[in-house]
Each structure stands twice: as structure tokens, then as C-alpha cells.
């Protein structure tokens, strides 16, 4: 329904606004394209998922054969550009839009952080591995600024996935502090938040998980808050604080716990 009324309700406002702050944007200008290209008139029709339509039934298929590939098929999205619109019309500028625009040209400029990608990439692995779902980094980003959570645990969220805490390596390069980089605890440790949260010998590391228990709203179950101490996972999962995040809906009771 989201395609369709894409393509057919919303095609001509999207393409007033020159695109700005249009989700899945390059899907839709290459379908568009694809749709005037052809002659014939193009008629779109809903069916109910998984209802034994034999087209939806395929769709399907391909989406889940696309889901398990390591890696993203390149696909031809170009569009010739007598059949691109450029930039905004006038009339439909406003200056959310504008605003858009600038904060998409600095992005661009400004790729995400390595690091950032890095533990994304693990929040995703981590949410497979345990409720089997995986989800897109801009949702992962929202639920981190989830009005719900309290400033400080959404400061928290963001800063541990930016790599932004001045620990362990943050200290390395600069000269005179370089033993910061080490946990003081356990002193041949590197001091990062793996560590911090998953390994350090510090008794401090018992009461994080504690709070962190503490914390757990009994909507979600029975809080798993005894990482092996020592052990080093392959790729660990995120805090179950981030894991189960995206379950319930507002108004579920679980979020006046936060
Ligand atoms: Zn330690």
C-alpha cells in the first residue's frame, strides 16, 4: 500500500519538494521512471500478504532470498535526465524543506563514523540473535531518541554507539595520558565499554547490571543481565536495555519504567 500510494498519491508532491527528506527516495524516482517509460497504462492492484497470491508469494520469496545475502546486489537505479526533475518547485519550498536540504549536504559531507557503523552493525547482529529481528540503522538511531527514555539514558545510547566516551583508545595519542587507555583494575586490560560492561574484574561491574535489572521493566520478561565475566563473545550482544527496545508501542505500559 506504501508503494502504491507512492506512486500514485504522493509522486507529484515528492517531486514539488525535490525529493528532500523522502524516504526510499531512489527506489521510487527509478520506479516513476520506469512507469512513464512504458506506453501502456499502468494499473496497480493490493492484495493481502500471504494469502496464496502467487505474485505476492514470489515477492516474498525474493525479499527473503535479498534478506540473507551478505552482501547488497548492485542495482540499476539511474534515471535519464529528461525524465529527472531537478531541485525544488517554488511554490512548494518552505523552509522545513530548506533546513532538510542544508542538514542532507552536511551528512554527505560528513559520513558516519567507522566505529559508529561498527557497533550498529553489532545492535543489528545482536537483535537477530535474540528476538530475531533485524532492524534499519535509522530506526535503531530513533528508538536511541525515544522521548520515553530519560535524557541521560538516550545520551547514553548515542554516545556508546558514536564511540564518543573519553576511554581507552580516546587516550593513546595523547601524550602523558596514555595509561588511561588501560583499565586501572585489571591493569593489562584495554579500558573500553566491552570491557567496562562485559569483562572487568572492577565490583563496580556487578552494580551496573544490578541498576540495569533494576531498570528492566517486567513487560519484557526476565531480565539477562549475567555476562559471562571474562569471556570474550565473538561479537557480543548490545545491552538488552537496546535489544528489546523497539517492542512495545507508545502507551505500552513497559515505558513509564524508564
Ligand atoms: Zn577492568
Not at 528508538?143 to 554516545?159: D, H
Request: proline share 9%; charged share 20%.
Amino acid at each position: 500500500m506504501y508503494v502504491i500510494e507512492g506512486l500514485t498519491v504522493h509522486l507529484g508532491r515528492w517531486e514539488d519538494r525535490g525529493w528532500i527528506g523522502v524516504e526510499n527516495s531512489r527506489f521510487f524516482k527509478a520506479a516513476a521512471y520506469r512507469l512513464r517509460y512504458r506506453s501502456a497504462i499502468t494499473t496497480f492492484e493490493w492484495v493481502k500478504g500471504h494469502n496464496g497470491d502467487p505474485g505476492n508469494e514470489a515477492a516474498d520469496g525474493l525479499a527473503r532470498e535479498g534478506a540473507l545475502k551478505p552482501l547488497p546486489d548492485t542495482l540499476d537505479l539511474s534515471v535519464p535526465n529528461n525524465f529527472t526533475l531537478h531541485g525544488v518547485k517554488l511554490s512548494a519550498l518552505t523552509q522545513q524543506i530548506a533546513y532538510q536540504a542544508i542538514r542532507n549536504t552536511k551528512a554527505e559531507k560528513h559520513p558516519p563514523r567507522s566505529s559508529a557503523s561498527n557497533n550498529l552493525a553489532r545492535i543489528q547482529a545482536g537483535l537477530v540473535e535474540q528476538i530475531e529481528h533485524p532492524e534499519t540503522t535509522a530506526q535503531i538511531w530513533l528508538q536511541c531518541q525515544n522521548t520515553n527514555l530519560r535524557p541521560l539514558v538516550r545520551q547514553f545510547l548515542y554516545k556508546a554507539i558514536q564511540h564518543a566516551y573519553r576511554i581507552g583508545d580516546f587516550w593513546t595519542p595523547i601524550a602523558g595520558y596514555e595509561e588511561r587507555a588501560v583499565c586501572p583494575f585489571c591493569k593489562d586490560s584495554a579500558d573500553n565499554l566491552d570491557h567496562i560492561l562485559l569483562e572487568c574484574e572492577a565490583p563496580a561491574r556487578e552494580v551496573i547490571w544490578l541498576l540495569a535489572a533494576d531498570l528492566w521493566p517486567d513487560a519484557y520478561g526476565p531480565c539477562q543481565t549475567s555476562p559471562t565475566t571474562g569471556a570474550t563473545p565473538r561479537a557480543p550482544p548490545p545491552p538488552p536495555m537496546m535489544t528489546s527496545l523497539p517492542a512495545p508501542t507508545r502507551g505500552h505500559p513497559a515505558y513509564s519504567r524508564f
